[in-house]
């Protein structure tokens, strides 16, 4: 029955057209910004004019004293609110993040104060009439800057956020570097990316009664935001429901409120009113969280023929001031070489602070890691001069090859990149095309071939406290059509289509039968929504299981009614038939009609009504793959890159509406395609953004995207119904195949330094061979310096400039006999999901050590040694994998610090004081 | 702020009401006359998705002030369909081929579509496609909005698919 491959069914794997789209083509959605409620006001905010300096003072007078203001709020006023600015995984953020600024600005676009009024227009009106003093700092911009500058928050002591791996260089791994036949040595500096979303953010906070709050906002999941919002707020004792209809695309910005959707949800609790906000584009590319911003600098060793050997990545990312995760990305490095042969990896991966607008996620978060590897490959392929199809034939593991474990021990089961790649080139014709390239080199034209393969972990459930399972809940009315209420939510990616397709193919009836309901945390359970392209594996799943239950119990009644056993009863369109007796077909609606309607007529025991539900907990991991084939002409002249053709050959499993799944492929290739050549948020030396309007932050249009071929591989996952997930595939493997092409193009005048975008400045730099992208584009010095750095030379930390020197800090009052070590410390350990709060308990006796430490999760007991200040002691965790963790830690006086090696992982900081 | 009493004809009904002289368009549909199918991506210009026809033409909603089209004819997209529901020749094409995701960008898709493929209109392929240029669509990669103007171009003016 639940055999894991569906293929194609009477609805799974057919073009059916989506349910969403008649009410939004004939403009009936409904977006926040449609909901109007009697008594609503409107918000605005005054956002800080600099990236960093004390707030001296606030004059709110004049503001207040407008026609039509209502209230003015700072976050003095709604200081008295204790908001816990949790991230993703619903842990605390290292540094104090208020909603609204607290003192101190540390972004151009910070909020500062909120304005409450009539109208939109009156609200921003005040906004610009509120005085607010700043004390002007010189901020920290770039990665480059925030290594040695002032730490953007006072309470730190660098502006590194979160780092993993190991600094200290391994001399195994380095021997193999250096001792290799080849050594290649790739840089890429990642641009800072604005998710942008058509509909920017917004939100509608309505209090209903005094325990009631409901909340239109745009969001990725209503669910997730219910239980994000009860945490941060403190708000265990007020039923809150999130109602989102519609919503303009997410890509990773919607994930969870933020700064500007909290204040207006306080503002709300304070002045009691109903209060929308609606951000304008402005404010959303300056002050809506953004994404990406990363340097990587990966040393790969191979043989003579082209076999990896070994690999090193240091990676940093700029996480801005208040990101919505202080991370380091560890994903880069846990699935860099996932999918090839490589023997032995090592990394050193931080996050570092500036005075900019924090991170969010975008869509393929850890997309670096494909870009680089891919990008290093066909670097390598030419290099040793072999073919890129024959670098990934040699390196990538086969299905022959599995189950194995990764270099970063990820158990490697079903990924079928290497069988992605040979159909790919079954129906692109690669030496037909190198023919054509020669030809028109000899012609002075530049065309190139990309070619790029990937793997992607989908479906998480159950390794993140917010990635859980899927629940489906189906029912067939007394009608006898068919609704379904689904934890699954939708910013644009029709899962009202795909669960309705699933669950009529599954239950027997028509399609134009089922309704699917999802968008409102009071109706469904509990999911993270859209996030790491899991909702088809997952929901898909449950929404399986949920109808073969519903069925059984439609053959057992109807079996009853018919005195004839259940296995002989079919569903078939809307009827329960009887094999070989045409006579006794049902419809469902009479069957429904009983089931709710004539408990006496029901088998003994058996429930009144046609309704089931089912919450499905998929495998732990599930993998897509791909490869993907793009050319390029190049002109020399200009630098103008044209795509001539793009092919993707993806395996997601079971497709359950393959023209779904087209849409979702193309979306993220198109968005990779304006990450590779147009994309670009910029602030200038004083941290402005400089990409403030959609004409200076270039986003794909028409004309920049290329009719995309299709070939589906299609091979049925483990999970149940056999979907692999196919959200974010496009957008991480579309970069390096347009890298790609471009270098291939490019390759007789050298290697393209990988600073993106590759606007046609930058490639024009590398076809005349003169600098000029550092003398147009970079108002930053140490730019040009990273710029010239780029492709075979290791990343060298360019010379800090015009940099504030860190405050001195007062030495730390000196023990006054030995450290005083028994007793609670309160230590934060940084940990790949962000930092984590605990309590250690130290006794010693002598040379010996026992305690526990003590968190949200648990208590767990250890004892370990003590070597003057220094304590020494191992902690096994099963979570999210086993292993060992080695504290060492140093007491120095009342402060502790240390670090925490984590097996794979690297080391993790560690830092505390007396508790 | 002068208060302006503006009048003009919305989706065949006559609409009257009262909007400051900075009110934008597509504020003015929204807002004062419950058009929530104009949908507002940028607020200068770039976009697309504030289209509407003002007078025949295709016009972006956030680049004309209310006051400008006093007494005007204007269609958003709630005007298209037919009174049964049956969908407008454009709607129809764009739901065939898949070419939208969110929905957000659709109505000013649908609109300038509308505007070129009015009977009367010759635009060609070309033309269609040069004006979706105009069209930011974060979600689709425009493939399916591509097929729909290469087919709406194809069918003669008037018999559109
Ligand atoms: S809102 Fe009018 S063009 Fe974007
Ligand atoms: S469908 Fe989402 S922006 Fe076009």
Known sequence: ??????????????????????????????????????????????????????????????????????????????????????????????????????????????????????????????????????????????????????????????????????????????????????????????????????????????????????????????????????????????????????????????????????????????????????????????????????????????????????????????????????????????????????????????????????????????????????????????????????????????????????????????????????????????????????????????????????????????????????????RIEPTGRVTATMSTHSQGHGTATTMAQIIADRLGVPYEDVTVFEGDSSRGGFSPGAAGSRQGVVAGGAAIKASELLADKVRLLAGHLLETSPDLVRIENGMAHVAGKPELSRSLRSIAEIAYGEPDRLPPGLEPGLEAQYRYQPPPMTLASAANACVVEVDAETGMVKILRWISAEDCGTAINPAVVEGQIAGGLAQAIGMVLLEEMTFDAAGNPTAATYKDYLLPAISDIPDFEFVHCSTPSKSVGGMRGVGEGGAIIGAPTLVNAIADALAPFGEIPLRLPLTPTRLLSLIEGRDLAAKVEHPQPEEASAATAAADTPATVPAPVDQPVPAARAPEPAAPSGPQIDGDWKMVLSTPVGPQAMVGHFETDGTALSGYLKSEQGSMGFTGIVEGNRLKFDLKVDKPMKITLKYDITIEGARLTGKVKMGIFGTAKLVGERG | MSEHRISMTINGLRHVSNAEARVSLSDFLRGNAGCTGVHIGCEHGVCGACTVIVDGLAVRGCLMLAVQAEGAEVTTVEGLAAGDGTLHPVQQALYDEFALQCGFCTPGVVMTLAALTAPGSKANEQQLLAAMSGHICRCTGYQGIRRAAKKLAAAPAGEQP
């Open chain 1, 1 to 474: 029955m639940n055999a894991p491959g569906v293929g194609t069914g009477r609805y799974i794997g057919q073009r059916v057209r989506r349910k969403e789209d008649p009410r939004l083509l004939t403009g009936r959605g409904q977006f926040v910004d449609d909901i109007v409620v009697p008594g609503m006001l409107h918000a605005a905010f005054t956002r800080s004019p600099i990236a960093r300096g004390r707030i001296v003072s606030i004059d709110t007078a004049i503001a207040r004293d407008v026609p039509g203001v209502h209230a003015v709020y700072t976050q003095a006023d709604l200081a008295h609110f204790k908001v816990d600015m949790i991230n993703f995984y619903l842990v605390s953020p290292a540094v104090e993040t208020t909603p609204l600024a607290n003192g101190r600005v540390a972004y151009v676009g910070e909020p500062v104060a909120l304005v409450i009024a009539d109208s939109r227009h009156i609200a921003e009106d005040a906004a610009s009439l509120v005085e607010v003093q700043y004390a002007d700092e010189t901020p920290v911009v770039s990665i480059a800057q925030a290594r040695s500058g002032a730490p953007v928050h006072p309470a730190t002591t660098s502006n590194i956020s979160a780092q993993m791996g190991e600094e200290e260089p391994d001399e195994e791994l380095e021997a193999l570097l250096r001792d290799a036949p080849h050594l290649i040595t790739h840089q890429v500096v990642h641009q800072r990316i604005s998710q942008s979303p058509m509909e920017t953010r917004g939100v509608l906070a309505v209090r209903d009664g005094a325990e009631e709050l409901t909340l239109y906002i745009t969001c990725q999941s209503p669910h997730l935001v219910a239980r994000w919002v009860s945490l941060a707020l403190g708000l265990r004792q007020t039923a809150i429901r999130v109602i989102a209809k519609d919503v303009g695309g997410g890509f990773g910005l919607k994930n969870h409120p933020w700064k500007e959707e909290v204040s207006v949800i306080l503002a709300v609790l304070a002045f009691g009113r109903p209060l929308k906000w609606i951000e304008d584009r402005y404010e959303n590319l300056i002050g809506a969280n953004q994404s990406r911003e990363a340097e990587m600098v990966l040393r790969t060793a191979f043989d003579a023929e082209g076999r990896v050997l070994a690999s090193h990545g240091d990676y940093s990312c700029n996480n801005g001031a208040y990101p919505q995760l202080e991370e380091c990305n560890i994903a880069v490095h846990m699935f860099l070489w996932a999918a090839y042969k490589m023997p032995r990896y090592g990394f050193l991966t931080r996050g570092w602070y500036t005075n900019t607008v924090g991170l969010a996620a975008y869509r393929g978060p850890w997309a670096m890691e494909s870009l680089i590897r891919e990008t290093a490959l066909d670097v390598a392929a030419r290099r040793i001069g072999i073919d890129p199809i024959e670098i990934r034939r040699r390196n990538l593991v086969r299905l022959q090859d599995q189950p194995t474990l990764s270099c970063m021990s990820i158990p490697i089961e079903d990924i079928t990149p290497a069988e992605c790649l040979e159909q790919l080139v079954q129906y692109f014709d690669v030496a037909a095309f190198r023919k054509e390239q020669a030809a028109a080199r000899k012609a002075g034209r530049y065309l190139g071939l990309g070619i790029a393969t990937y793997i992607e972990p989908t479906g998480a459930a159950g390794s993140i406290v917010t990635m859980t399972g899927e629940l489906a809940q189906v």
